[in-house]
């Protein structure tokens, strides 16, 4: 029995919020808010009649920590599940210390003006001690461990599948596959296609953010940073079949590098076909990916917040997405004195999602995550106070949960590995 608070209503958050009213036991009741009251009020009259959760709709501002806490006090959950923007995270989470009430989220924070100057001073002296120079990282939400802790609380940072299940496979691993482990590759690989020129398959702000970046990966405690697509290999994946992926750097190599003891290397790969690279390409030299705003017509426009309204609603492409992702873990290491390699993974059909739950299988792997880390979180599973990624807590009953729920893992320990 247990009321949740979901903040967002885009494509991740209506998967999360249909698999929560798919288990009506534990979600008795849900409030879904989101800037746009309109889209809430749409999924909860779409969902009325067939769940027996008790589904509530509230318009917030979630840059605005009075008007969240305005809206926690009064619906008092048990749980605050943000499922907006990273541009959020801060706010809510001191929304959620001010009033007491356990968070969860599935990116870590990033903010929406990287122009803002005091930002960019912290910025651009973690990017000279660090070495990594995303936008994103752990240290803004760590720097609230200590109060999350002092209230009791537990945040759950990064509850989607990569940030999230990622994790959880590398804690597994740990758990059950090997004593050490020396290396780990994270894949993750759409084969899908919606039809469309060019789109995202989520946010396509923050998406674009991400791949137009620098790579970067974990070797030898320190990170490598290398040109954006500059690292690439070819795989075969398991029911999808053979794609290049590109080096990418991504946010759980920054906790897995701190909580696997003894990693010497840490790599993510994405996929990516070459028709949305040279889009991708075109449109940051036209200047069409930045986020300084530029004055046009006496308007200020950003360009990338521009380019958003012009691309597809990644919310739209499930009826036309066919094919499968597969994203997973390659890890090397060693067992009972042994040289030993495990890879565990998911595969997910776009269209089996779609007559699910309406949504393709991006979505679908990040809201299911999200759904079963609340589970944990709800169930007492996962309680440590403090804040906390997903590879800190015990990866059984959510991989359990995960298996059940729609996201089943394979694995096979004889895996083709990327040199
Ligand atoms: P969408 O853009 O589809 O949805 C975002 C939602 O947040 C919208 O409903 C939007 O409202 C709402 N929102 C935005 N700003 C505010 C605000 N200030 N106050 C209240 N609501 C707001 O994004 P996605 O669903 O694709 O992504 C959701 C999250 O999931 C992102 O953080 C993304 O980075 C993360 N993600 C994580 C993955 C993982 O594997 N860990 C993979 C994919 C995504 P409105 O409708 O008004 O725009």
Known sequence: MSRVLIIGCGGVASVAIRKCC???????????????????????????????????????????????????????????????????????????????????????????????????????????????????????????????????????????????????????????????????????????????PFATNFNPEVNLREVSAPGSYWENG?????????????????????????????????????????VKRIRFFMTFGQSYLTHMKCLENVGMLSTTPVQFEGHDIVPIKFLKELLPDPASLGPRTHGKTNIGCIFTGHKNGKPHTYYIYNVCDHQECYREVESQAISYTTGVPAMCGALMLLTGKWNTPGVHTVEEFDPDPFLMALDQYGLPRSESRTPALVD
């Not at 943000?82 to 541009?87: S, T, V, W």
């Not at 940073?225 to 991504?250: C, N, Q, T, W």
């Open 222 to 262: 320190h990170w490598v940073e290398v040109p954006a697509m500059s690292i690439k290999r070819e795989y075969h994946f398991d029911r999808v079949g053979d794609k290049d992926m590109y080096l990418l750097h991504h946010e759980e190599i920054e906790s897995l590098a701190q909580n696997i003891p003894g």
């Open 22 to 196: 798919q288990i009506s036991d534990v979600f008795t009741e849900l409030c879904i808010a989101s800037r746009t009251r309109a889209k809430c009020d749409a999924l909860a009259a779409k969902l009325t009649g067939s769940t027996s959760t008790k589904i509530t709709t509230a318009q917030v501002n979630a840059d605005d920590v009075s008007q969240l806490i305005d809206l926690i006090r009064s619906y008092k959950p048990d749980l605050v599940m943000n499922i907006a923007l990273p541009y959020q995270d801060l706010t809510i989470m001191d929304a959620c210390l001010a009033c007491g009430v356990n968070y969860m989220d599935t990116a870590n924070y990033e903010p929406e003006d990287t122009d803002d100057p005091s930002w960019r001073t912290v910025y651009e002296k973690r990017c000279a001690e660090a070495g990594f120079s995303a936008y994103f990282d752990y240290s803004w939400q760590w720097a609230y461990r200590d109060k999350f802790e002092k209230a009791g609380l537990t945040a759950l940072l990064g509850c989607g599948f990569d940030p999230g299940v990622t994790q959880a496979y590398c804690a597994y691993a740990l758990k059950h596959e090997f004593d050490s482990i020396d290396t780990i590759d994270i894949l993750d690989c759409n084969g899908g296609d919606h039809g469309y």
